[in-house]
């Protein structure tokens, strides 16, 4: 049988077609696995499961799930995404120092076929976070590090909320315990940046108390929060703290690193007690009701757990109580004088106080607080250590008070003891040394530290 040329021309042709077809097809058929692999790993719990297993190996944690799901029946955010919802999830450092994280329940939208193929963003929608909680038994900042290049350059969310956490960080000496309970925060326009450790957004912050050592703020209420490549800038605040209210404004900078805050805080109706043992640990000689400004500072260049409080303040309703068995000399003298008054249970009171205080980590400096009293000006100043305290309480003569020593008090406790003791003051007590640009604080201060 013979072709005709026409004939032979269709037959090669159609081989041809089929040559090419042959690796078209294959091509077909991989690009089909490949999308039906992403359908599986985007679009199934066991495909996301197997996806999150990969992304965390080698990381320095271990990440564990009780379950995840998608598309939940009752979402807690209704969107034209898939819903993703992880409970019972855990993040266990390798390093022991680190933190453990634990989420109760986290639901946010799954990444699309886009976010995969942009390579470099995730776009994770309205992410809502339930029952996050972070211990760690260090408080220590992190090891230098260098940015680095990651596969994901951001991860995108366009609101982050954050209910019933809480953070706690166990004593490590010489920082006491750090506490947060009941926090809610709400971010907006949230971006996170892998390798150089850093997250931005607005939005704001709550939180039923806040403890750092002694110290315990309760109903933090943040109405401003800003976080800008991980510094912290705070407006708007308030809280409740010693019987009184206060506001909050001030920032923290590079908080992924070793962070470095500073604060400015106003104080109405707070007690005098309740600062200085925070404090010191101790109880405070001295009861009144403050009001005033104070300048926060903590870390930064600062020794390991190092910060202060600077504060201008007015004390009003002041008590300053005597031992039952105090000399009774003392109490006739105080009792006698016209310029101080001297109640039935032996209290001298004091009328209103305007000064400056500085608090240290163990330690209430009082530089020269000074009142108005019937015919005399009367300055209080002293420091109060937890390992001993003393305090002068000096009526200033009208004339030559430089040189005149004039009548005065002074409280001491020693370590161990409990009580303070009082004597009449001295002329060296009433007029201490001072160097140059010094206060009778500081002098004081540096007499005791002096003295063996």
Do not use: C
């Not at 799901?69 to 898939?82: G, I, M, S, Y």
């Not at 805050?261 to 109706?269: D, Q, R, S, Y």
């Not at 202060?308 to 006698?336: C, K, N, Y």
């Amino acid at each position: 049988m013979f072709y005709s040329d026409e004939e032979l021309e269709r037959v090669r042709k159609k081989e041809r077609i089929r040559r090419w077809l042959r690796p078209l097809t294959a091509l077909a058929a991989v690009l089909a696995a490949l999308i039906m692999g992403l359908a599986w790993l985007l679009t199934t719990p066991s495909g996301l499961a197997f996806l999150l297993e990969k992304a965390t190996q080698g990381a320095p944690f271990d990440v564990s799930l009780g379950s995840l799901d998608l598309n939940p029946a009752e979402p807690q955010v209704e969107t034209d995404r898939w819903r993703l919802v992880l409970e019972d999830l855990a993040i266990t450092p390798h390093d022991p120092d680190r933190a453990l994280i634990k989420v109760q329940r986290a639901e946010l939208d799954a990444p699309g076929l886009r976010d995969i193929l942009q390579i470099g963003e995730v776009d994770i929608g309205h992410v809502v976070i339930d029952g996050l909680t972070i211990t760690t038994a260090r408080q220590r900042p992190p090891p230098e590090w260098e940015a680095r290049k990651t596969f994901i350059r951001a991860i995108r969310a366009s609101e982050l909320e954050v209910h019933s956490a809480s953070y706690r960080a166990e004593p490590d000496a010489p920082l006491d315990v750090a506490a947060m309970k009941g926090i809610e925060a709400r971010l907006q326009r949230v971006v996170w940046q892998p390798g150089n450790r850093e997250i931005s957004g607005t939005g704001s912050l709550k939180a039923a108390s806040f403890q750092t050592g002694t110290l315990v703020l309760s109903d933090l209420d943040v109405s401003s929060l800003h976080v800008r490549h991980s510094d912290l800038h705070f407006q708007d605040g308030s809280f409740q703290y010693g019987g009184g209210a206060g506001t909050l404004a001030g920032d923290v900078l590079h908080f992924n690193r070793k962070a470095e805050a500073t604060f400015e805080v106003g104080l109405t109706g707070a007690r005098a007690e309740k600062m200085f043992q925070a404090a010191t640990g101790r109880p405070s000689p001295l009861m009144a009701q403050v009001d005033g400004h104070l300048t926060v500072h903590s870390g930064g260049d600062l020794p390991r757990g190092g910060g202060w409080m600077s504060a201008q303040v007015r004390l009003t309703g002041g008590i300053f109580p005597l031992d039952e068995d105090e000399r009774p000399i003392v109490r006739d003298i105080l009792r006698l004088a016209p310029f101080m008054e001297l109640d039935r249970d032996n209290r001298v009171i004091l009328g209103d106080i305007n000064g400056s205080l500085r608090f240290g980590r163990g330690s209430v400096l009082l530089h020269r607080l000074e009142y108005q009293a019937p015919r005399r000006i009367l300055l209080l100043w002293g420091n109060m250590q937890s390992d001993g305290a003393q305090m002068v309480l000096r009526s200033v003569p009208p004339r030559d008070a430089d040189r005149r020593g004039g009548f005065g008090i002074v409280a001491a406790r020693m370590d161990g003891e409990e009580k303070f003791k009082f004597r009449i003051a001295k002329k060296a007590d009433l007029l201490p040394e001072l160097a140059e640009g010094e206060s009778l604080g500081a002098s004081l201060r540096r007499r005791m530290n002096e003295a063996p």
